[in-house]
Each structure stands twice: as C-alpha cells, then as structure tokens.
C-alpha cells in the first residue's frame, strides 16, 4: 500500500472541496501601501500563522462542564472568581493590540433518553454549562464543538447531525441562525461517528487512539493522506501542558511552525483534569513565557480560528500592483460560505521604507512597520460584508430535512427539520416549511408548533417590541386578544396571561434568557410568534 504524502493545506483542500463556495465583496478590499520612494519589487506573504505567530496552542473542555465559565472564562478572559479579579491572560497581533487566551468547549445537549436538554437553565444538569452561559462565551470569540447528541455512544448518523441543529437552534441569541459547528469531538472517541461528521461537514474530528496531531505538527509539513482525524493531549494531575507548550514552542524551528491542542474535562475538580489552582498556574506560566509579558509568539485561540486560517489560504489570491511609489495589494477567490473567521496576516518586505498604510473596502486591519522596510498586516472581515451574496443556510438546511421528513417519514428526521425551521424567521417562507411537516401524519410535534403563525391571517396590524426583550414585551395587534401564553423551545408553560385588549404589556423579567415562542389566542384561532429573552 502506498501512501501519498502532500501538503495539509492540500489534504485539508481536499475535504473541503463540498464547500459551498461565493466571490462574494472579495474584489472590493485593497490595501494601499505608500513608500518613501519606489520600492522596486516589494515581497508580500501569507504569514504561516495569524498574526505571524511562531507557534498555536489550543485547550478544549469536553462533555460542557459549567467550570468553563465560571472558572476558565473569567481567569483567562478577566473577570471575576470567588471574589477575586483576574486580569485575563493576553498575547498580542504584533500589531500593539492585546488579544486574550481562548478556549473552548465541546457539548452534548440532552440527556440518554433524548428528552431533557441537559443545558437547561431551569431543567438542565446544574453541573453543566447553560445556553446563556455558551451565548456569552461565544460572543467573546471562543469555541463549541459538538460532542454528539448525548453521551453515548451509538445512533451516530442522528445523534450528529441533531445536535448540530439543536446546538444552533439554541444558541441564536449569540449569532444570527445560531452557532455553525465545524470541530467534531467523537463521543467515547468512537471512529464510527467520523463518517457521519464528514457527511455534515465537519472539518476535523478529534478522538482518541489518532497520532496525527498529539501533541503536536508542522503546520507547514507534509503528512499521511487519510480521514482528517486528528489526537489531543489529555491534560489531568501529572500532565503538565505548560511543558507541552515548551514542546510545541521547541520544535518551531527552521521554518516549522507547530499547532498543538490538549483536552481535559474539568478544571476545578483533578480528579477529572486540574483543580482551579493549578489550571492557573499552568496558564499562567505559559502566559508569562509565551504571551505578551513574555516572547509574544503564542497564537492561543481555538481550534476552529486555527482551522478557519489554514483553510481559508487556498481559496484566497493575493495581487500586488506597484506604480510610482506605491503598492496596492487585492484579493480575489472563490470562498467557502461556513467559515467563522475570515482573516489573513501579510509580511511585507520592501527595499525602501513605508510610509503609510491604508485600507479600503469590506475588512478591518492593523498593521505595523511604518517607518522601516517591513510590515505585518493583519487583515480580517466579517462575514456578513465579505459574502453578501450567501445563500441563506438555514433555509437550504429546513428544505434539506423537510424533504427527508416527506420521504421518510420518521420522528428523527422530524425532530432535525423543525430545528431548522424554528431557526428561521416568521414570514411566509417558515409557515411554508411548517405546514408542509404539519401535513405528515405519524409525527409528534411540539405542542405549540402547528399553530397558525402571525403571518396566517391575523387581520389588522401586529407588532411585538422590543424583540429581544429584557423586561417589558409590549404586543399591539388589530383585534383582540383573549389569552397570551409563552413556551419555551421544547413546548413547555413559562408563562400565562389572559387579556381582552389589542395592547397587551407582558413583564418577562423572570424569565430565563433564551429562545420562546408567544402563543397567542384571539379571534377564535391560536397564532403563534418566535421572541428572544436577553439577559
């Protein structure tokens, strides 16, 4: 057997090729670099990491343990824990900007019975992290991966592609269409589960018993084509990963540049991983060493920012045009639409010195080295300005597992399809998914979910403000409404009040934040409506 040996940007090329793909706003971003005098040919680079770090180093919680935001969250991000107030630990884009340690965080959402959402506010397992909980730590740049349905084994097509949608039906108030995994971790590192995170689109699987990447590899070295399975060191009492960090910073020599990821389950309880006061320690110490107090050349993010960055390079061409004594440089590329980070750092390296740096078009960027020959670019876009021509997913997804519903005509396929048609917004295009899943006999569906929308005749004007709500929820419809009732994603009462008026004032400041549905009854007929609690 031979195997063929090629670049990881070429292996990870080839898994990606599925990828959905847009020219999107690309062709309108351009860098204009001015030069005391012409610069000759001036060299521009994709540096191997962002921000032209030597090194990555990324740290996963598996199973969803709460300590990731009470604890880990808070010390590394800063913030607050037992009453005393941690800085954050920090690294910077070489550029003069502080950017803090990352983690992240892989979760299953329900329990072996595949009936309680175990991420609960209310219901869930008090030990485990709540939705608002990974809303807020999302918003914060750090990371979700999903670790199958619940925490068994088994059922692997289902319990794959569900928690995929339920985790983005629940995570809605963090980003619009919730949370888009792209970071498998294999339940009991199961490999049966792989094949099915391939078929949803998951770039990488991490399980036990894979070498590929533990403890870690050159970034910029060839390897073994094979599934893209990838090994993590387990971090627990005698494992020390402030010297697994050395490791990783020792072997990026000679042009190689090392990515490493360790895992654990806990960090306040040693039995299962470190306890509180040595989590700090460790981190601290590679802070110290590493980080912006030390040599500044840890890349410490997630493994999806370190991912989205190597993936993102083959699809983007840079273009460099000199006239006088300028340079401007542009981009162009077909790029993949279910990114989260869309980012690329330049080396510029000139005979003569920089003068200024500008930008304009989609993107943001700093930049050093005005004054000398030499500069690092840091450029990165949202995605919104950079791929305005995205095909809206979660419409392509509820027509996907609407039409398996149709065919098969099974609980499962019903249960993926009104998460993603849950997702989508009122209007005629969501009622058309539901009726077409309220019309298949044989399905149990949430109570409030074949309810007539808003949008099914209710006569006169109807409005719902503020949406998201923090306290008050005011409605204001065109005839009376007799009963408001509020459920929450899985169909339960969290609130009840009868009216007979068409303004209605609704105090929502004892409900948990989260994703609910307003269930109104008036004029003989039951509408329904998709509100947000913020904190």
Known sequence: MIKVCISILTVLLLVSGAFSQRNGSLDKTKITVKFVSAPGTPVVTKAPLKYNKLFAFSCQLDDGLEDIYTHGFPFLNGGAVGGITYPGLSYTDGCGHDIKFKMSSSIFSMDSSQTVDVHDPATGWAFLIKWPQLNGIYQNGW?????????????????????????????????????????????????????????????????????????????????????????????????????LVDNIANASVNDEHHWGVAFSHSITNGTWGYD???????????????????????????????????????????HTLTTGNEMVISFSGSLPTDFRFYAVSLLVDAAVNIQSIAMQGPGAITFNGVGTNKSLINLTWDKAALLPDTIDPAVKDAETWVSKTEKARTQKNANIAVDYVNILPNGPTRDGFRSRLCAISGIKYPPYFCALSVEDGLPGSFDIFPNPARE?????????????TMLNVIGETVLEQAVKSRDVQINVSSVRPGIYFLKIDAGGKTFLRKVLVNP
């Open 472 to 484: 008050e929820l005011f409605i204001k419809a065109g005839i009376i409404i007799e009963k408001i």
């Open 276 to 318: 509180f006061d040595t989590f700090k320690l460790k981190m601290t110490t590679i802070a110290t060493k590493y980080g912006k107090a030390g040599g500044d050349n840890i890349w410490m993010t997630t493994e999806e920012e370190v991912l989205d960055y190597f993936l993102l390079s083959p699809y983007l061409t840079v």
């Open 143 to 243: 990371g979700i991966s999903n670790h199958g349905l619940t925490n068994q084994s088994g059922d692997y097509e289902y319990s794959t592609a569900r928690n995929h949608s339920y985790v983005k039906r629940m995570t809605q108030p963090a980003t619009p269409e919730g949370v888009h995994m792209g970071i498998f971790v294999n339940p009991n590192g199961d490999p049966a589960f792989t094949p099915f995170a391939a078929q949803n689109g998951y770039r990488v699987c991490f399980r036990e018993g894979v070498y590929f990447g533990k403890p870690s590899f050159n970034v910029s070295s060839t390897w073994p084509q094979g599934p893209v399975d990838m090994g993590r060191t387990n971090f627990y009492t005698g494992i020390d990963i402030a010297k």
